[in-house]
């Protein structure tokens, strides 16, 4: 049997790891990196929205004139950098990226450490297709935190030289619904096209998805959680506490934590303590027809946590 204590540092480790991909994940997420299909686009008819289960976002066949490009599945090359959705036309651009670098928590937001550095990847790209004479003339702006619909990314706007034509470009990067959601624009400079516009109808994609069940953990709670299951000691029995605190890591372990609060856990019965516990999450508030049961994890005076079942 694996000790407690031993355990319980294995379960911390899965809560704060954020894993090597953070170093490589700007070479498949960069715009100028990722190869999309250009298929021969009936300008009548848009493609049908694309709906991604990790997030629950639907993103639309296309953005104002801008069409939606195939999906690029990044996963395939590389667990942990998801897939890259891509609108264009001839005069503009609007590159979405949604991963998670196989880091066990994305907390939502601007302000987590993993946010953050993605941020400064993204911006390093830009620097790096300079540096390989992709782009000429770049210049970055400094960073500000901006809003998409009702969502605050990170930001910072560019313009640079492709070829012989001068664009100018945004970039976004937040935390949403448990992935990090990166968005790159582009287009001539002069142009016309009402990027801000076009990004309202992912933003309006973005509280859609909310509405219907999808969340992410806060940056202090998500810090909260860390430091409580770091403290864990089991010598005396579990606690309800500690019960919660190892039930949010098995939470975390089956993906659940994008459709449910990991924050309302709570104890069933404390009558079993301090031998064992089930502790129940809700799920995050939905208007959907058919909302999501609680989930019950039972845990156990050993450290050991399993997924029981719905309600």
Not at 45 to 72: K, M, S
Not at 80 to 107: H, M
């Amino acid at each position: 049997m694996i000790p407690p204590s031993q355990r319980l540092r294995r379960l911390a480790r899965s809560l704060i790891a954020a894993c090597g991909l953070i170093a490589v994940a700007g070479a498949f997420t960069s715009c100028t990196q990722v190869k999309v299909v250009n298929p021969n686009t009936n300008l009548e008819l848009a493609p049908a929205p694309y709906f991604d289960n990790t997030t629950g976002i639907y993103f639309p066949g296309a953005l104002g004139p801008l069409f939606r490009r195939p999906v690029v599945e990044l996963e395939e090359k590389a667990p942990g950098l998801g897939l890259a959705i891509s609108y264009r036309n001839p005069e503009a651009r609007i590159d979405v990226f949604v991963y998670d670098l196989q880091a066990s928590v994305i907390p939502k937001g601007t302000d987590s450490d993993v946010i953050a550095k993605s941020f400064r990847d993204a911006i390093a790209d830009l620097n790096l297709a300079a540096n390989k004479r992709i782009y000429s003339q770049l210049s970055i702006s400094p960073s500000t935190v901006a809003t998409i619909g009702q969502t605050e990314f990170n930001h910072a706007r560019f313009e640079y030289s492709e070829g012989l034509v001068p664009k100018e470009g945004e970039l976004y990067v937040a935390g949403v619904n448990s992935q990090i959601l990166k968005i790159r624009t582009a287009k001539r400079l002069g142009s016309d096209i009402d990027i801000p516009r076009l990004l309202a109808y992912l933003g309006q994609s973005i509280q859609q998805s909310q509405l219907n069940g999808y969340g992410a953990i806060s940056t202090s709670d998500y810090k909260r959680i860390s430091s409580q299951l770091a403290n864990i000691d089991l010598d005396d029995g579990l606690s309800a506490a500690e019960a919660i605190s190892i039930a949010q890591t098995e939470l975390v372990g089956n993906k659940l934590h994008h459709r449910y609060d990991t924050m309302s856990g709570k104890v069933i019965d404390e009558a079993t303590l301090p031998l064992s516990a089930i502790v129940l999450f809700a799920p995050y508030p939905s208007r959907a027809a058919s909302p999501l049961p609680p989930v019950l994890i039972a845990v156990r005076n050993t450290g050991r946590a399993e997924l029981l079942d719905t309600q």
